[in-house]
């Protein structure tokens, strides 16, 4: 990981933790936020660790928040869309045999215009 990118890690972390404190008045996150900056600006290999870690939680948070939301927009906006159709239009793939064949007669004539731009 280039240098830049630990240390603008470890900034955010730094930043991060002392927003936590001010909102919430508890020392450990000051604690913790004077660690990441005095390891960010003293001991490199430890940043690099910290700001790898740090990457690695924003991905796997990513993966997992992205899934919650997409199951959050299937159940409360999808699936309600689903059944409102399923209650207006009974059958719509013809899956239920009516008469004897699923056959439909189209009634078109094909010319050679329709052959040209088929896509």
Do not use: C, Q
Not at 79 to 89: C, G, K, Q, T
């Amino acid at each position: 990981m280039k240098k830049e990118k630990a240390l603008e890690a470890i900034l955010v972390i730094t930043t991060g933790m002392l927003v936590v404190y001010l909102l919430t008045h508890k020392p450990v996150f000051l604690y913790v936020s004077l660690a990441s900056g005095v390891a960010g600006i003293f001991i490199k290999p430890l940043a690099g660790l910290i700001a790898a870690l740090w990457y690695r939680a924003g991905d796997v948070l990513g993966t997992v928040v992205s899934k919650i939301i997409l199951a959050v927009v299937f159940f409360i906006f999808l699936v309600p869309i689903a059944f409102l159709y399923r209650l207006f239009h009974r059958d719509p793939l013809r899956l239920k045999k009516i008469e004897g064949s699923n056959w439909s007669i189209r009634g078109h004539e094909y010319s050679g215009n329709d052959l040209k731009n088929i896509w």
